[in-house]
């Protein structure tokens, strides 16, 4: 009897929101040579991230990482759409990447349900909400699990596919060979608050904001620290700067609801974000960022 879902036999790939993760994870998609649906609540957001996908594939061109013709194929298969509907309709995989926000993703794909084939496999890309209540929206959540993917995801090999207690194995077991197919290494883990990443991660991006905020180094010491020290590739707080305050207080202050006060968010990390230095994206966190560079 062969399995319910296999990583062979997905061939199209819906994408659901075309910002920084969404964009990454249907670049890689294309990338391995699968047909992508890249959705956004607008046109101009859809194309606007399929655009970044195309000025990233000519980039690996440029530094020889990819072969002009693997960057012509990729994007060619990679269609931008503001109509959800459509971009489920015959879809093997449907992928969401929007704001970390439960009743946004419960009703997408609540949406996402009444379009995409029986027979689809739905993931999210969630770093840190409970994947059985998003799995909840939609009327067989055996269906649903999380594929965590890292930023940048064309860059960062992690995987991490999220089971609940309804999963069906094998959309487990697709989702790892998927994962691999697409060049990540895949790590399985049970739906729990912030599952393995993001709960160790933040444990100590936010003992680092405490250290700046305690006057005990600077950030500049302390990520140098952590590199030097301990053979990090990035230090907390830059990390920081790129994953974006804004998020990260989102998730300390979930995790800090479901786990305890170990995670209760700095006040310097609540007055940056109010301040509106959420980090790279806005031009200033814990380092002031210029053209995407940190100065």
């Known amino acids: 009897m062969s399995a319910r879902f296999s990583a062979t036999s997905i061939r199209t790939v819906a994408v659901l929101g075309a910002g920084t993760m969404g964009h990454g994870i249907a670049h890689v998609a294309a990338l391995a040579g699968h047909d992508v649906r890249l959705y956004d609540v607008t046109q101009e957001l859809a194309d606007g991230g399929r655009a970044k996908i195309v000025a990233s594939l000519d980039k690996g061109v440029s530094l020889g990482k990819v072969t002009s013709d693997a960057r012509d194929g990729a994007a060619a298969r990679i269609t931008a759409t503001g109509d959800l509907a459509g971009a489920c309709t015959g879809a093997d995989l449907v992928v969401e990447a929007v704001p970390e926000k439960l009743d946004l993703k419960r009703d997408l794909f609540a949406a996402v349900d009444r379009a995409a084939p029986a027979t689809a496999l739905y993931a999210t890309n969630t770093s840190s909400l409970?994947?059985?209540?998003?799995?909840?929206?939609?009327?067989?959540?055996?269906?649903?699990?999380?594929?965590?993917?890292?930023?940048?995801?064309?860059?960062?090999?992690?995987?991490?596919?999220?089971?609940?207690?309804?999963?069906?194995?094998?959309?487990?077991?697709?989702?790892?060979?998927?994962?691999?197919?697409?060049?990540?290494?895949?790590?399985?883990?049970?739906d729990s608050p912030g599952f393995a990443s993001s709960r160790l991660g933040l444990t100590l991006g936010l003992e680092a904001i405490?250290?700046?905020?305690?006057?005990?180094?600077?950030?500049?010491?302390?990520?140098?620290?952590?590199?030097?020290?301990?053979?990090?590739?990035?230090?907390?707080?830059?990390?920081?700067?790129?994953?974006?305050?804004?998020?990260?207080l989102g998730i300390a202050d979930y995790l800090?609801?479901?786990?305890?006060?170990?995670?209760?968010?700095?006040?310097?990390?609540?007055?940056?974000?109010?301040?509106?230095?959420?980090?790279?994206?806005?031009?200033?966190?814990?380092?002031?960022?210029?053209?995407?560079?940190?100065?």
Do not use: C
């Not at 993917?149 to 487990?172: C, I, Q, R, W, Y």
């Not at 305690?214 to 994953?243: N, Q, R, W």
């Not at 310097?268 to 959420?278: C, E, I, Q, S, Y």
């Open 256 to 295: 800090s609801d479901a786990l305890g006060p170990t995670f209760e968010p700095p006040e310097l990390l609540r007055k940056k974000v109010a301040d509106g230095k959420l980090g790279k994206k806005s031009g200033e966190g814990f380092y002031v960022w210029v053209d995407g560079k940190k100065t």
């Open 130 to 190: 409970p994947v059985a209540r998003i799995a909840g929206a939609v009327a067989d959540p055996s269906r649903l699990i999380g594929m965590h993917f890292f930023n940048p995801v064309h860059l960062m090999k992690l995987l991490e596919v999220v089971h609940h207690g309804a999963s069906d194995p094998t959309a487990v077991t697709a989702a790892v060979a998927l994962g691999e197919a697409w060049g990540k290494t895949a790590i399985v883990v049970k």
């Open 210 to 248: 405490r250290m700046v905020e305690e006057g005990v180094a600077s950030a500049a010491d302390i990520d140098t620290a952590m590199k030097l020290g301990y053979g990090h590739p990035m230090g907390p707080l830059e990390l920081t700067d790129l994953v974006g305050l804004d998020v990260r």
